[in-house]
């Protein structure tokens, strides 16, 4: 009985060669690998999937804020031909500019507890329709005074949109992406702002009857594709928690959240948070009238920077632009509007560095980047009206630091105010609180937009960028000192951090209390 010899050599009892086992070994092997390259495939194309899903829920989310964009840039040239229009006097020009601020504070009130009833993706869908509501009135408007109902709906809707899509963002991401998510709406305002300047500028041309007509029906457009976006987004996992619909807020979560394990912790958070809240007998609007310690300091963060966004005077520089451009010596109108479509591109573009560094870099770091360098380009846009006065040196830096304002304001103050109040509030008042946020920051953009003009006739141009300036430079110690750092927690470990801040200070005191009773009982038995 002879062996046989394989290709190497090697012989097997059985005068198989040996190569032969090796070889179906090797096949097995191969199956192995390609079975699980095919599960690491599917798990990714899970994850892409996922992914562009919940990517598509903050775009469709984000839409309405392209409204209050819209409004903003486009009113900034609209003005010019209304007044020559409708024959209406300066204070009527502050007066309409600025009451869709005031005005959307209606909405934002409304919208925080019209949220909680019928929840936030039809919170949206009640903003786009009042907001077309006001635009086609507005369009159609033959006198001052139906002008002013127009914009006093549209103002509504915008309350309503501004308030909630941050919110929801940030209820439906998971936490890794979370920050860049929601900033989303300020993006979308950014381009509706690029669009407003752009809708001025090609439609210029146009009667003075009819341009400014044309430029606002063009708002209109956005709110239309919100009706698609009903069809595709899902309702808020955590306001389906908070009605007890458990199951339907898992099937979101699944949609929306890479691994099935994370899915089962978040959510029980988030119903460990509501029940949290639910056990509190106290109604929503009296606990932020009378709000615990760490709820009190939520409420000082939120609003503080909600409002530091808008006295800054990012509103009175992108509404009055052309204003601002004239005091530098620009007189063309066709130029003016062009320049206003710089100052958009700019804020526009870099809202998308905003977008890159908040979950890597963080909420803080950013704001304080933001914050000082809006207060340098302020300050020198001041001192440039004031020592320079007019001409082509002036109309450039003007340029310069109008565009450097807005760059600095899309960096941080801009999406990061939005994502901060849309986090650190707990689930029970979530949607009221930002509300509330949402007011102060409406409150604070119409008083800004409504006396700009008359603040500037008083102490010129350049003192009010001064004024700025300094109400930058507190801005910069606010956000050093209070607003905390969020980036890579879930909503509820944010909720507990601010609760235990509080819960170790007063163990703190608590301890120093016992240590001061032994001392007083050992200086006594001595």
Avoid at 23 to 39: A, G, W
Avoid at 131 to 156: D, E, H, K, N
Avoid at 253 to 261: I, P, R
Avoid at 504 to 520: F, P, Y
Wanted: proline content about 3%.
């Amino acid at each position: 009985m002879g062996f046989q010899e394989n290709g190497n050599g090697e012989m097997g009892l059985s005068g198989i060669p040996l190569g032969a086992k090796n070889k179906y070994k090797r096949m097995n092997s191969e199956f192995e690998e390609n079975d699980d390259v095919l599960i690491q495939q599917q798990q990714e194309d899970k994850r892409n999937g996922i992914r562009k899903y919940v990517l598509a829920c903050a775009i469709f989310a984000s839409l309405n804020n392209v409204l209050l964009g819209y409004d903003v840039g486009v009113m900034s040239g609209a003005v010019i031909f209304i007044k020559e229009d409708l024959k209406i006097s300066e204070f009527q020009v502050e007066f309409l500019v600025g009451i869709l601020s005031i005005v959307s504070l209606l909405g934002s009130l409304g919208g925080g507890r019209t949220s909680d009833i019928i929840g936030r993706k039809w919170t949206m869908a009640l903003a786009a329709v009042v907001f077309q509501m006001g635009a086609l009135t507005m369009t159609v408007a033959p006198s001052y005074a139906v002008l002013m109902i127009g914009r006093f709906l549209a103002g509504i809707g915008i309350g309503f949109g501004v308030m909630i899509s941050p919110i929801y963002i940030a209820e439906i991401s998971p936490n890794v992406t979370r920050g860049s998510l929601t900033t989303f709406p300020e993006i979308f305002i950014n381009v509706g702002i690029m669009l407003g300047y752009v809708s001025n500028y090609a439609f210029s041309g146009l009667s003075s009857h009819i341009n400014w007509r044309v430029m606002l029906a063009v708002g209109m457009l956005p709110s239309v594709f919100i009706g698609f976006a009903l069809f595709i987004i899902p309702e808020s996992p955590r306001w389906l928690v908070m009605k007890n619909r458990v199951e339907e807020a898992r099937s979101v979560l699944l949609k929306t959240n890479e691994d099935e394990k994370e899915v089962e912790e978040r959510l029980a958070e988030i119903q460990q948070a509501a029940g949290h809240g639910n056990s509190e007998e106290k109604p929503v609007w009296l606990e932020l009238l009378f709000p615990s310690p760490a709820l009190r300091r939520m409420l000082i963060t939120g609003l503080g920077i909600q409002c530091f966004q808008q006295i800054s005077g990012i509103d009175a520089t992108v509404y009055y632009s052309p204003e601002i451009f004239q005091a530098a010596g620009i007189v063309d109108n066709s130029k003016l509007l062009a320049a206003t479509v710089a100052v958009g591109v700019t804020k526009t573009i870099f809202i998308l560095v905003a977008i890159i560094l908040i979950d890597r870099l963080g909420r803080k770091p950013l704001l304080l980047i933001s914050t000082i360098g809006m207060t340098i380009c302020l300050f020198s846009m001041g001192a440039t009206l004031y020592f320079f006065g007019k001409g082509s040196f002036v109309i450039a830096l003007a340029l310069l630091f109008v565009c450097g304002n807005v760059a600095f304001f899309s960096v941080g103050l801009g999406p990061v105010c939005w994502v901060l109040t849309s986090e650190i509030f707990p689930l029970r008042v979530r949607a009221q609180a930002s509300a509330l946020g949402a007011v102060g920051n409406r409150v604070c953009s119409g008083l800004v937009a409504m006396s700009f003009l008359s603040v500037s006739r008083a102490i010129t141009v350049a003192g009010t960028f001064f004024l700025f300036s300094a109400i930058s430079a507190l801005a910069i110690v606010f956000v050093f000192t209070l607003v905390p750092e969020t980036k890579g927690k879930s909503l509820e470990q944010i909720e507990m951090m601010f609760q235990n801040e509080h819960e170790s200070l007063g163990s703190e005191m608590e301890l120093g209390d016992v240590e001061q009773l032994v001392q007083n009982k050992t200086g006594l038995t001595n």
